[in-house]
Nanobody
Framework: VQLQASGGGLVQPGGSLRLSCVASGTIFSISAMGWYRQVPGKQRELVATSGGGGSINYNNSVKGRFTVSRDNAKNTVYLQMNSLKSEDTAIYYC???????????????WGQGTQVTVSS
């Protein structure tokens, strides 16, 4: 299973970006999909996740500004980021929980990371 993330870049404070992450390969089903971020010298932290049952979870710091969504037919998860702040600057990683065969347990797969820089 491979994940391809895209959509990062440089944006001014108050601006918007939309991240996408597509999963491909041998996929039987996907449960959770989501986004994490990491700043050099700090631990990776949860940004937003979408559970297989429809549950949504956000980091408190992004509530009301970020929206996670998914297109199950396309094995894709999105992160719409609005009202961006300088503290949102980080490398953003997508995470997808996949089982490749019906008898297998779900495994975590990470995308390669996409840089988001919020600066004037």
């Amino acid at each position: 299973v491979q994940l391809q993330a895209s959509g990062g870049g440089l944006v001014q404070p108050g601006g918007s970006l939309r991240l996408s992450c597509v999963a491909s390969g041998t996929i039987f089903s996907i449960s959770a999909m989501g986004w994490y971020r990491q700043v050099p010298g700090k631990q990776r932290e949860l940004v937003a996740t979408s559970g297989g049952g429809g549950s949504i979870n956000y980091n408190n710091s992004v509530k009301g500004r970020f929206t996670v969504s998914r297109d199950n037919a396309k094995n894709t998860v999105y992160l719409q980021m609005n009202s961006l702040k300088s503290e949102d600057t980080a490398i953003y990683y997508c995470l997808v929980k996949v089982n490749s065969r019906p008898w297998e347990t779900f495994r975590d797969y990470w995308g390669q990371g996409t840089q988001v820089t919020v600066s004037s």
